[in-house]
């Protein structure tokens, strides 16, 4: 009777709009449902429920465009964290490559570290270090990574933290926000199942008023 392909939420809430309002105002099928138990009251019932997933819906959209936009912005920070912490990296074991206390201080000896808690701990460690220990400083000076360059170092991971703080939360209020969803459409997609039934038992022989609710009717 109706197509088999899935429909998105957005397809789904259109198409229980547009057979609700038009069970309400087309006189023919309001009649018929009615006699079936589908009152202004039931009714009513469905156009609360349509209500409530929209809204829902709605929610759901907005938590997940702010979080693309957190992401966004916590990646850009990392990506630029990134770009300046592995050419100051590489400059620092030039200078310390026969210092290796020194290099472990910084936490620069081996490779750069690849999961995202170690290599911003292995950023902290770096900046932090050099931030505090003149002699050090001094010695990065040599290739032009002075002070400012520290500091910036500092102020983009204190950054860095306060982005990835608020995708995380961003993240979840989405989450939950997607649970709603889910929820109010599992229940109006309950009520319109049992509505959609009795439609077609109704409209039987009106085979275009029930196509008026939506639902396709094989010829």
Avoid: C
Wanted: hydrophobic share 40%.
């Amino acid at each position: 009777m109706a197509s088999r392909r899935n429909l998105t939420d957005a397809e789904t809430l259109e198409l229980y709009r547009v057979s609700l309002e038009n069970a309400n105002k087309q006189p023919q099928i309001k009649a018929i449902l009615t006699e079936l138990g589908y009152d202004t009251a039931v009714m009513a019932e469905g156009n609360a429920l349509l209500s409530e997933t929209r809204k829902a819906y709605d929610y759901n959209r907005i938590e997940d465009d702010e979080t693309s936009a957190s992401y966004a912005h916590f990646s850009k920070l990392k990506a630029e964290l990134e770009g300046i912490f592995d050419i100051q990296r590489k400059k620092a074991k030039v200078i310390f490559r026969k210092d290796p206390v020194t290099a472990d201080q910084l936490a620069i000896s081996g490779p750069m570290p690849r999961t995202y808690m170690k290599w911003l701990e292995s950023a902290k460690k770096f900046y932090g270090v050099a931030a505090n220990d003149q002699d050090v400083l001094n010695k990065l000076g040599r290739l032009k990574l002075g002070a400012a360059d520290i500091a910036t170092g500092n102020a983009l991971i204190n950054e860095l933290e306060t982005a990835r703080t608020e995708y995380l939360r961003e993240k979840g209020e989405s989450q939950d926000a997607t649970k709603l969803k889910d929820a109010a459409f599992s229940k109006i997609r309950d009520w319109m199942s049992d509505f959609y039934e009795v439609a077609k038992i109704g409209l039987d022989d009106s085979p275009q008023l029930l196509e008026s609710l939506g639902k396709m009717v094989r010829s």
